[in-house]
């Protein structure tokens, strides 16, 4: 019974009309829907036909859910989702799904602006898009009218309606992963001397015969992370402070292992700082978590340009970061200290909805991949859903049912529940509702 009042929503390929109902209704109440980071990403699903009895179809081809015409009948094999994040509220959901095989940059920038649009009809704002650096996402941040060119950098584009500027992110947790496995994969080197991933590897080799930590969580798959690429945490953790200084000490003290290891210890403490300015989520956070506020805003700018001054001078076998081909996290943090710094000045300086203060993480593509893990924890140990089984779980989650991350996804959240967002239509539904309840709160 429960099955078919959910069945009432069709949450249908494309744009999902009743998500888009319910923002028109509740804008107009409630501030916090009024400017949003719009993040899209992909998530792998299962090749597989399957007869859809309701539309009396076989589902499984790419479909755009009418939005671009298409008459292919190649398999889709990832669906591409688009989510919205409230910058001051604990808020974001699932606004349109398409299916696609391998989508080129000219259809997505036409689905992003489509659904720029469609948030602007009902009152909503985009400031920001993120996504990450895989090459189709970046020509697609170009071909919006972004200029990536280390002289003449623009990170942002006007909005279609109004003369708003939109900035492109590139996500964070992507970039900390790409450094860590570029710092470990090539040979890195800066003004300062030769950036080598070996000092974490006899730290690590040390710690274990000692069997003490010198006060960081270096551990086997830290050090040998190949089959925990995705990991999020792990990266984080093998570049943190805590590493850098356990390698300056050891240094210090006269280990010959540890010689020379100045630019590496430079190279960890300024990315962890940088990502931990761009991850910032806790509005009591201090230091490099603090959120950005007018009062501190400077001070973000100034340790920004000399992170952007130190990357530009990084070199992989005497090339130059910014021109090699292993070059994606470089530009992407580059990329998020222009956008970063530009959005919270213009969210913290608005004649209207002021906002006090401004936390990075609202930018991360952290909320989508829960939802994600949400989507994969639905279906038990089906973790590869099909085109039904996708539709199914993501309009179960629109209801805000018990469904959460799981604790061993790629990345760590405050909270992945959805917010209730599709509500049974008829009163007679909701009344029945609460008189099986109040019968059975008797029993």
């Not at 959901?93 to 602006?113: E, G, M, R, S, T």
């Not at 086997?220 to 000490?249: E, P, T």
């Not at 970061?321 to 470089?330: E, V």
């Amino acid at each position: 019974m429960l099955r078919k009042w959910i069945g009432n929503y069709n949450c249908e390929t494309g744009f999902l009309s009743e998500v888009f109902e319910y923002l028109e209704t509740e804008v107009k109440q409630k501030q916090y829907l009024k400017d949003v980071a719009l993040i899209f990403d992909a998530m792998a699903i299962r090749i597989q036909i399957v007869y859809d009895v309701k539309s009396d179809k076989n589902k499984r081809y790419i479909d755009h859910g009418g939005i671009v015409t298409t008459n292919s009948n190649d398999l889709a094999t990832e669906v591409l989702v688009f989510q919205i994040v409230s910058y001051t509220n604990r808020f974001k959901c699932p606004i349109a799904y398409v299916f696609i095989n391998k989508i080129n940059a000219d259809l997505q920038v036409h689905l992003i602006k489509y659904a720029i649009e469609k948030l602007y009809k009902t009152g909503i704002i985009v400031r920001s898009i993120t996504c990450d650096g895989a090459k189709t996402n970046i020509s697609t941040l170009r071909l919006l009218g972004c200029n990536f060119s280390i002289d003449n950098m623009k990170t942002s584009f006007k909005h279609p309606q109004n003369e708003s500027n939109i900035y492109c992110i590139l996500d964070p947790c992507h970039m900390i992963k790409l450094a860590r496995n570029t710092f470990a994969e090539s040979n890195l080197t800066s003004e300062t001397g030769n950036i080598s991933f070996s000092y974490i590897k006899q730290l690590h080799t040390i710690q274990e015969t000692a069997n003490l930590k010198l006060a960081n969580r270096l551990s086997y798959n830290h050090v040998y992370f190949k089959n925990k690429k995705m990991n999020v945490r792990l990266a984080a953790q093998a570049l943190s402070s805590a590493v850098a200084d356990a390698i300056d000490y050891m240094g210090k003290s006269g280990y010959k292992d540890f010689a020379n290891s100045e630019a590496t210890v430079e190279f960890i403490h300024i990315f962890d700082r940088l990502f931990d300015m761009m991850n910032a989520r806790q509005i009591f956070g201090t230091g490099f978590k603090s959120p950005m506020m007018i009062q501190n805003l400077e001070l973000f700018k100034q340790y920004f340009d000399y992170s952007v001054t130190y990357i530009s001078s990084l070199t992989i076998d005497g090339i130059n970061i910014l021109r090699h081909p292993r070059h994606t996290f470089a530009l992407g943090f580059v990329i998020n200290t222009k956008s970063f710094y530009n959005l919270a000045y213009d969210l913290l300086h608005k004649k209207e909805n002021t906002l006090r203060y401004f936390l990075p993480y609202k930018c991360s593509q952290d909320h989508i991949e829960l939802f994600f893990s949400c989507i994969r924890r639905r279906g038990g140990e089906n973790n590869n859903p099909n085109v039904l089984q996708f539709k199914w779980a993501l309009r179960q989650l629109l209801f805000r049912n018990s469904v959460r991350a799981s604790i061993n996804a790629n990345c760590l959240g405050d909270t992945s529940e959805t917010p209730s967002i599709l509500k049974f239509r008829t009163p007679n539904v909701q009344y029945l509702m609460i008189k099986i309840y109040n019968k059975m709160k008797k029993n």
